[in-house]
RNA sequence: GCCCCCGUCGUCUAACGGCUAGGACGCGGCCCUUUCAAGGCCGAAACACGAGUUCGAUUCUCGUCGGGGGCACCA
């Protein structure tokens, strides 16, 4: 961490392994990585760490990379042969780097800092069930680094399969500088020589990415909590390969409501849900930056570009934060509140083609949903809180029909407004207001007793926009026959 | 079992030895108001516990307890 050497340009990168959706967790993870590269004028890249060849998934690149997309996040670099198919830049994918990795394998086995294992998955599964009845730590034994080359010999005229371990160090201790949590120390001896190329001839994790970590020249490898004790080990491999090694930063755990990690079991995790029940990208940005980070005076919402900006990894908190979809919630609300209409009536699309409301047969949808803007929490709720808009015929909702309509004298009171707004001009909001108030008055009646119908009347609900305003937004002929419907059905 | 991390209102957090421990979500009340929201005002609500260090600890140290993560030829 005291390190004096110029600072590198700031690269970052995010990489998945495509054997799911993006979800919280990641999404928050790649929210840092972007925020820290773009407010430093750095790069962001993108690697999808596809070695796992029987959980990795087409599908699931094509849901990461449409979450990150989705969510408002761009990546720098790839390989120039995607450009094409993944516009506008692709993603590196590590299968297709193997020739890479087989170099620098061969570096370390050439230089005695690897050697092969012929230890089957059996054997092994026999050692750790061994290691753990005689309670003992289940670290691999390091059988094959003794081998001499006559027994190496035999087993490979034997046609053996094998793998590559690592030379972990006996003794000692591997510090992990963090830039969150400060220094932190494993023992050496603690390690195992892990396994860095695998019998079905690739890398491991560990060995791919710290390869790729160096040569794509990462700066600052942030990642997940899940990820620091992977991280000595890491070093080691860096050390013996000659090379410097990036800054780290380890991202506290994001809980679900139980305080375990979140998952499945707490409901909506996958990125692409959250986008499907109707939050806006920018607010999900705004609510994951504050999981794990603050400004010291605690702001909550941010504007364009205010997190780029403002973001910095001293920022970063370094206990676990839980997941509340509430306050995501209040969050969507809140920027739905400050998108202009044509805007948000953009982004709600997909809603009203799932609602089926035929928007044609009504006011301009822009007046509609702008008279309810402070409402809606979610996209999907603007197309129901219209919908009253657009019907043939309004459906009356239990309340609006018990608790109002059919109360009595409510029947004069609408035949009467009937008969008032006829031939009522101009049918705009203020002269409205006036008329229905005299109306008021010359019958002697309160207000309430007067307007509470006439919305029922006229948009089935209790609750709504402001009344007069939504009476000019529909207008005259819709207000009369709807106010005539309504006093019909209470006579029947 | 072993290793590592973490511990301020229910939740997200501010505080970097000294203030009535601040803000936000949520919750309660009041105001505004034709309804529902939005908005305004007010309120309840936290330093896990125990030892030290210090004139003084939420803050530093140690221990206890509690929570989480990791111990694969998965990433």
Redesign the pocket.
């Known amino acids: 961490m005291t390190d004096n050497s110029p600072t590198p340009k700031v690269r970052t990168r995010f ?3 495509p ?1 799911g959706f993006l979800h919280i967790g990641g999404a928050r993870t790649t929210l840092f990585n972007w925020l820290f590269a773009r407010h430093h004028k750095g790069d962001f890249v993108l690697r999808i ?1 596809d ?2 060849e029987v ?1 990795s998934t087409e599908d699931s690149v094509t849901a990461i990379l449409d979450s990150i997309r989705w969510m408002g996040m761009d990546w720098d670099e790839g390989p120039s042969d995607l450009t094409q198919s993944r516009g506008p830049y692709g993603p590196y994918f590590q299968m297709q780097r193997l020739e890479i990795y087989r170099k620098y394998l061969d570096q370390l086995l050439k230089e005695g800092k690897a050697y092969r ?5 059996e054997e ?1 599964d026999a050692m ?1 069930r061994l290691a753990q009845l005689e ?1 003992r ?4 034994d390091g059988r094959c680094r003794r081998l001499t080359d006559k027994q190496r010999g035999e087993l490979e005229t034997a046609g053996k ?3 590559v371990r690592f030379k972990m160090p006996a003794d000692g201790a591997t510090m992990v500088p963090d830039l969150i ?2 220094a ?4 050496n001896k ?1 390690q ?1 020589d ?2 860095i190329w ?3 001839d ?1 890398p ?3 060995f791919a ?1 710290v390869v790729d970590d160096h040569l794509m020249e990462i700066s600052h490898v942030i990642r997940g ?6 991280t000595p080990s890491q070093i080691q491999i860096y050390e013996a390969l000659g090379w410097s090694l990036p800054r780290f930063a380890h991202l ?2 994001i ?1 679900g409501p139980d ?3 979140l998952s499945k079991r707490h409901g909506a995790t996958s990125v692409l849900e959250y986008r499907d029940q109707g939050f806006l990208p920018a607010a999900l940005r705004n609510y994951l930056a ?9 702001q ?1 919402i941010f504007e364009e570009d205010e997190l780029i900006s403002k973001f910095d990894l001293a ?1 970063c ?6 997941f ?1 979809p ?2 995501l919630t ?1 969050m969507n ?2 920027y739905i ?1 400050k998108t202009p209409v044509p805007e948000l009536l953009e982004m709600a699309k997909p809603f009203f083609a799932a609602a089926k409301v035929d928007t044609a047969k009504g006011p301009a949808l822009e007046k509609a949903t702008a008279l ?1 803007r ?2 809606y929490k979610l996209l999907s709720e603007i197309p129901g809180l219209v919908s009253f808009f657009y019907q043939d015929k309004v459906e009356f909702s239990q309340k609006a029909m018990d608790k109002v309509l059919r109360q009595p004298g409510v029947k004069d009171v609408l035949n009467g407004l009937r008969d008032d707004l006829r031939g009522f001009e101009p049918f705009t909001e203020k002269p409205l ?1 006036d008329r229905i108030r005299k109306f008021c008055a010359d019958k002697g009646l309160k ?2 007793q007067v ?2 119908p006439l ?1 029922a009347a006229v948009s089935g ?9 939504m009476l000019e937004i529909m207008g005259r002929e819709k207000v009369v026959s709807r106010i005539e419907s309504a006093a019909a059905l209470l006579s029947a």
């Open positions: 990489a998945p392994s054997t760490e070695t796992d959980r294992c012929y230890c089957s998955k092994l750790r309670k730590p289940p670290r691999y399969k094998f793998s949590r400060g932190v120390s494993f023992e603690l195992q892990l396994v695998k019998t079905s690739g491991t994790y560990n990415c909590d899940e990820h620091l004790s992977n506290s755990m809980m305080g375990t990690k504050l999981l794990g980070w603050s400004t010291s005076d605690s909550q920022g908190q370094k206990n676990p934060a839980t509340d509430v306050k209040w609300s809140e509140r309810e402070e409402k207001e207000t309430g307007f509470h919305r609900r209790t609750d709504g926009p402001s009344l007069f305003a």
